[in-house]
């Protein structure tokens, strides 16, 4: 396939996540008082409903409060969501076959340094984006890095393990090759420029996880990286 054609069809399949986002909000998904798990339930059902999407190529991911802290690979205890709660939503579609992979979080209260740090993610997010635009050599490793800088002179913590990864085709995860290299960590010294096992163009995924420096909430926002 094209690479050009490969890349429409990534972004067509975020527009149609991003849409479902939009529907979340609309149906009043997101709200105190409600379970962690029943939101992920009634996302599950109104992206069938609405979308057609039988298909999850990760777990729906719905924390709040304290569970924000807690990266994708957690399983923290399930808890009610909160009147001044961040809540983040972490959604991996699939959509014609294609990945999707966006993450959102909202601000429920309005406690001033909560509603700041869910305004940084975006900012934040496309300041990591320049850099990897202004890098043609950067690594994964060197990405991270910068991430993590970026984050620390804003005021926050950078919270995730990793800042991204590789998607594509369903299932993207088969794609041979070591791992590490797929994602944008400190354990990949490879040009992210670099084509993969299968000589195709990566596309990655950029994750931004700020939590406070006390540790007690975070935020979360991806969505793909998309070279300018």
Request: negative net charge; aromatic residues 8%.
């Amino acid at each position: 396939m094209h690479p050009d054609t490969r890349l429409a069809a990534l972004l067509a399949a975020e527009a149609k996540a991003m849409a479902l986002f939009d529907a979340i909000e609309a149906a009043g998904l997101i709200a105190p008082g409600r379970s962690e798990r029943a939101v992920e339930k009634e996302i599950y059902a109104l992206a069938e409903r609405s979308f057609g999407v039988t298909k999850h190529w990760h777990k729906r991911i719905v924390r709040s409060g304290p569970n924000t802290l807690c990266t994708a690979s957690d399983n923290p205890p399930v808890r009610e969501i909160a009147e001044d709660d961040l809540v983040f939503i972490d959604l991996g579609p699939v959509f014609d076959e294609w990945e999707a992979d966006v993450g959102r979080t909202y601000a429920l209260g309005t406690a001033p340094e909560k509603r700041r740090l869910g305004a940084d993610l975006e900012r934040i997010f496309e300041t990591v984006k320049q850099h990897f635009d202004a890098t043609p050599d950067v690594t994964g490793a060197d990405l991270y890095g910068y991430a993590q800088r970026i984050a620390e002179a804003n005021g926050w913590l950078f919270g995730g393990d990793i800042a991204g990864h590789l998607v594509g085709e369903f299932p993207h995860a088969r794609i041979p090759g070591d791992k590490d290299l797929y994602r944008i960590s400190p354990k990949n010294p490879s040009r992210m420029r670099d084509p993969d096992e299968l000589g195709q163009e990566k596309h990655w995924i950029l994750e931004i996880h700020l939590v406070d420096r006390d540790r007690t909430y975070g935020g979360f926002y991806e969505r793909l990286l998309v070279p300018a």
